[in-house]
């Protein structure tokens, strides 16, 4: 009775001793799991929603082809989804549900207040932070950064700068209003702009105005505008504001006496424009999705096969926040494949380590503050009358792009 107890017990001992020595041997993969977090609710709906198309599509395209090479076999992905309601604290919240659940590598971001909030919370290291939206510049100082913290995007400060440099050399302005929203995204683009007004363009007169987020009615701000007589009106809103903000210069006929330039806008709220309105207009976009024109084949081919992807899978063209989601997660998911690895600090090392890739909008590489320096900084589009619209999407035509160094600050001046 008793040798047939230890017996027992030395079977037990034996199957824990073997999944022991398999375990150290190698770790055998189910499933990749990848968090994903954007604003499924509250004021970033609209974009968080495009957003998370951007992320299926990536991971579709992965598991239609078996999945990740991990351990020399094929492992699909799956990507675990929170809402951040657009709000820090709840932001903070979801993150911290998703390190307790072991998932520590994280894509999303909607809204800068949010995505710069995430910042702080892993500055220990806890996680991976893949962050597809613009926050402000301070974010990827040496001396600010979570280690892991990581962003194809970057800087709303660069959206400025760039502005401000296309600005004074093409059009040769001696006045400008800077007209931004009152809040992270449009001090950031302020501070940008400035540096490079004061630093290279010393001679043009810059006159700030700033109106609070949710304005419905610019009217009072716009005649002060075209009371102070400028050569070129620069604007930066967003969302709802960036429509009524242009529909209202329209209305005004300010395009009449000024040069409109919008510093940045995106297809999810550039189709709410009326087509009067944002006719003659120029805009900065960080991509679009019909690159006609640019002397680039293998880029414009690019854009047009994933156009045409997207258009099967969703019914319409990939709005711009969308392909940086898409972005994003293809390069957390090339990340994972190279450290063989779900751990933040090798994924992020990983990736540092192979800094060159190609994208939807042409060459780009990794720098070490964790964001990305691409060929083509920004397009520069008009846009178009409503006779010459396709469709709906069709609401511009590019007419330049920015190859400028303003798109990132060198890294010596940001503690690097």
């Keep these: ?59 579709k395209e992965v598991n239609d082809k078996g999945g990740l090479m991990l351990e020399g076999k094929r492992v699909k992905v799956e990507p675990v989804i929170r809402d951040d309601e657009t709000k820090p604290d709840v932001a903070i919240r979801r993150l911290r549900e998703l390190v307790e659940d072991k998932i520590r590598l994280i894509v999303g971001g909607t809204f800068a207040h949010v995505s710069q909030a995430i910042n702080v919370q892993i500055r220990d290291g806890s996680a991976l932070f893949m962050a597809t939206n613009g926050v402000e510049e301070v974010t990827f100082r040496k001396d600010t950064k979570a280690p892991y913290y990581i962003s194809p995007l970057g800087a709303v400060d660069g959206i400025g700068r760039i502005s401000a440099d296309y600005v004074s050399k093409t059009y040769k302005p001696k006045h400008i209003v800077l007209f931004l929203p009152d809040y992270a995204y449009g001090h950031g683009a302020s501070k940008g702009a400035l540096s490079v007004f004061r630093s290279k363009y010393p001679h043009i007169k810059i006159t700030e105005m700033w109106s609070p987020v949710g304005t419905p009615d610019f009217t009072s701000y716009l005649l002060k505008v075209r009371e102070t007589k400028p050569d070129v009106l620069m604007m930066g809103h967003w969302g709802t504001d960036a429509i009524n903000v242009l529909k209202q210069t329209y209305e005004l006929g300010l395009k009449k006496d000024m040069k409109i330039y919008f510093n940045s806008m995106i297809t999810a709220f550039g189709v709410g424009i009326p087509p009067e309105a944002l006719e003659g207009v120029t805009v900065g976009m960080w991509w679009y999705h019909d690159l006609s024109g640019l002397k680039d084949p293998a880029t414009v081919s690019a854009v047009d096969k994933l156009t045409a992807t997207w258009r099967k899978e969703y019914g319409e063209p990939p709005d711009p926040f969308a392909v940086y989601a898409y972005l994003g997660m293809q390069e957390t998911l090339r990340g994972i494949e190279l450290a063989n690895s779900t751990e933040p600090a090798k994924v992020y090392k990983a990736l540092m380590d192979s800094p060159e890739f190609m994208t939807v909008k042409g060459p780009a590489v990794w720098r070490i503050d964790g964001r990305t320096s691409y060929k083509y900084a920004k397009f520069i589009v008009d846009g178009k009358p409503a006779k010459e619209r396709k469709d709906k999407w069709d609401i511009a035509r590019v007419v330049d792009v920015y190859m400028g160094g303003e798109l990132c600050l060198p890294l010596k001046e940001m503690g690097w």
Excluded: H
């Design 1 to 59: 009775m008793k040798m047939l107890k230890y017996s027992k017990l030395f079977c037990v001992l034996g199957l824990i001793f073997s999944l022991l020595l398999l375990t150290s041997i190698g770790f055998s993969w189910a499933q990749v799991k990848v968090g994903v977090m954007y604003s499924m609710t509250g004021p970033g709906s609209a974009v968080g929603k495009v957003q998370l198309d951007g992320i299926k599509l990536a991971i």
